[in-house]
Every structure is written in structure tokens, then in C-alpha cells.
């Protein structure tokens, strides 16, 4: 059974469960809906016609919480995710709801919620020992989970979009074992619906060993000072760096001045896309180093960074290309949840065959 308080503030419906894991503000209904949304790193979302359904991705409970800002379009699909007494509930303007509905829609709809979070925020880590997800392959599952939700979808070409997205030949080269046949028909079975001619690209050689390569340092003369801290996750694309990894500098002294030099480990099969950090006023460029598996760059650094208090040597990771400035990047409580989490969908049953299959 799942319960929720339901609130009505500024013309949307605010549909939240009370079981589920919030940010530490006292619930009041003039807080706008967004307000209770779960951080972005762990909110699994689907846009739905009138409404944003999300799910925390650490919380196991089935159905998602909604921000409704068109009740008269959600009123066609709701019973679907919450059931026809719970839906007219929230239809009816009560203030609580409790339901144990389930339903092939409820569970296509959380399915493919999770799918695009896997995209966007899997936690692709060296250090923890979790691989990259084939991204072809993730596409191919949503693009089979948002044919069976296709009529609550706030996109008239939802499905052909996914399709446009999906690459088969990942799903072709598994062990079929794992089930990937039934993916492949079903995905082919649904353009040829459609009539979209699906795409498959040869398959590339997956990387078996994700032991850091030993990378040799820099040539340096005096080390005058280091420091490091995580990354944070909002700040860096998805598969860009390591998850689990945090990111180090050190300054150094060298015939024609002060140095300061940045490491920050890669992804499993990182993205060819730009790094920058800053420290102290110093931008420094950074490019993978494919011998080492690290992001590494430097740059000249003036006299006085000597002098900085440990505040303003603060390291800020962030890729260009993505966010334009960086923030702070403190550790969040629930990295090393995500993380684990992430370890237990690579051997349960239950998860996506991207992830099974990693």
C-alpha cells in the first residue's frame, strides 16, 4: 500500500507519496509542487499529457509521485497509475490517497522512467567497479517500454522518436540467455508498426579490463601543495568521469614557475566531449589520456595562489559543452546509495537487459 498527500497549490495538483525520501523542509501547502521534487541525480521521470510523473530511484515503492498541471488532460490515464478509486480521489479533490494498483501500464511506465535515468545519470565508475551502460541498448528497451504507454505520453511522436534512437545490433550480439530475443522482436515488431527502418551499427569491442591503467605523473620539481574533493554530478554529462572517483590537483614548482596540475579519472568508455576545472582563478583545459584513463591538464598559476586561504583552493570540475559555470561540488548524502544501487540492477533479474548485460 502506498499513501499519499495530495495538494493543490497555484492551479497544479501536487500527488506525493509519504513514504518516500524528501528534502528536509517541513511540508506546507504553499510550497510550490517542485519544491518535494527528489534531487535531479535521482529523480526517474516520464512527461506524461498534463502531468510529470517521477519516481526516486532509491525508493522501491511502484508508483510515482505527479505534479498534474493539467487535470482534465491526466484525468484519461490516471486510474492507469494509480488506480480508478485513487484517481477519482485525486480527481474529487480529496487530500489523502492510498493504493496497491497494479497494472502493465504502471509497470511499462516505471520501467521506462528508469531507463531514461539510466541514461542520464548511471553511475559509470573504475573505482566502484560499475561498467558503462550501451546506450544503444538502453534506447532499444525505452523505445519498446514507450510503445506501451504511448496514449499517456505528452508527444504525438513519442514512439517514433524512440525508435529513430534504438540500435538493435548490441541486443543481437548477447548471450541469449539473458533474454534478448524477446527485445529484438518486439523492437522490430513495433517499427515495422510504425514504419521506421530501424538502425544497427557493427559492433565495437567492449573494454574487459577496467583496472586504471598505472599513469606516471608529470615531470615536476618542488610539489608545493594538493588537495582534491568529488565531482559534482549535475555539473558532467553523464559517462564523463568516474562516479565514484574524486578529482585531485596539485601545484608544483618548475624552472619557469608555479604549476598547477589537475587529474580527474574517466568513466568506463567515457563521451569525447570537453573537461574544465578552476581553482584558485586558474581555468585549466582538460583532455583524456587514453594510456592512464584520466582527464589530466595544467596551467600556469600566479604567485599568489601560494598565499590563497584553503577556501578559495577549493577544485571545481564541470564540462563547458554541458553546464556553463561551475558550483559547488559537496558530497551529496545519497552518491554512495546510487552507486550501490546501481551495483545490485547488474545482477537483478528484475533490471533492463543493459543493465544485466554490462
Not at 530511484?57 to 490516471?78: F, K, M, N, S, T
Not at 497509475?81 to 480529496?94: F, H, T, V
Not at 548477447?174 to 515488431?189: H, I, K, M, Q, R
Not at 596540475?261 to 581555468?283: C, K, M, Y
Request: hydrophobic share 45%; with cysteine.
Amino acid at each position: 500500500m502506498t499513501q499519499f498527500t495530495v495538494r493543490r497549490v497555484r492551479g497544479r495538483t501536487a500527488v506525493e507519496s509519504r513514504q518516500r525520501p524528501r528534502p528536509r523542509i517541513e511540508l506546507d501547502n504553499a510550497l510550490p509542487p517542485d519544491a518535494m521534487k527528489p534531487d535531479p541525480e535521482c529523480a526517474a521521470l516520464v512527461e506524461a499529457r498534463g502531468a510529470l510523473l517521477y519516481w526516486h530511484v532509491l525508493d522501491r515503492h511502484a508508483h510515482p509521485d505527479a505534479e498534474i498541471y493539467d487535470i482534465d488532460l491526466a484525468a484519461d490515464w490516471l486510474w492507469e497509475i494509480y488506480g480508478p478509486d485513487a484517481a477519482s480521489a485525486i480527481l474529487n479533490g480529496d487530500n489523502t490517497i492510498a493504493t496497491e494498483w497494479d497494472s502493465s501500464v504502471l509497470d511499462a511506465a516505471r520501467r521506462l522512467a528508469h531507463l531514461r535515468w539510466a541514461e542520464a545519470w548511471w553511475p559509470s565508475s573504475h573505482a566502484a567497479a560499475i561498467p558503462a551502460l550501451n546506450t544503444g541498448l538502453l534506447r532499444a528497451e525505452a523505445a519498446w517500454r514507450t510503445a506501451a504507454v504511448e496514449h499517456l505520453l505528452d508527444d504525438d511522436e513519442a514512439v517514433e522518436r524512440a525508435l529513430a534512437d534504438a540500435d538493435l545490433t548490441a541486443a543481437e550480439a548477447l548471450d541469449p540467455d539473458l533474454g534478448a530475443a524477446a527485445l529484438t522482436a518486439a523492437v522490430e515488431a513495433i517499427a515495422e508498426d510504425y514504419g521506421v527502418e530501424l538502425r544497427r551499427e557493427p559492433v565495437e569491442p567492449r573494454r574487459e579490463d577496467w583496472a586504471l591503467a598505472a599513469g606516471g605523473s608529470p615531470t615536476v620539481d618542488f610539489a608545493l601543495a594538493s588537495g582534491g574533493g568529488p565531482v559534482a554530478w549535475e555539473r558532467v554529462p553523464q559517462g564523463l568521469v568516474d562516479a565514484a572517483a574524486g578529482a585531485t590537483w596539485t601545484l608544483t614548482q618548475r624552472e619557469g614557475g608555479l604549476v598547477v596540475h589537475v587529474t580527474v579519472p574517466a568513466a568506463p568508455e567515457p563521451r569525447d566531449l570537453r573537461l574544465a576545472a578552476a581553482i584558485g582563478g586558474v581555468e585549466i583545459p582538460l583532455q583524456l589520456d587514453p594510456a592512464t584513463g584520466n582527464f589530466t591538464g595544467e596551467a600556469e598559476a600566479p604567485q599568489a595562489f601560494l598565499i590563497l586561504p584553503a577556501s578559495q583552493r577549493e577544485l571545481w570540475v564541470h564540462s563547458p559543452d554541458f553546464v556553463r559555470e561551475p558550483v559547488n561540488a559537496e558530497e551529496a548524502p545519497h552518491r554512495a546509495a546510487i552507486i550501490e544501487y546501481a551495483r545490485e540492477r547488474l545482477t537483478d533479474p528484475d533490471a533492463s537487459l543493459a543493465e544485466r548485460a554490462a
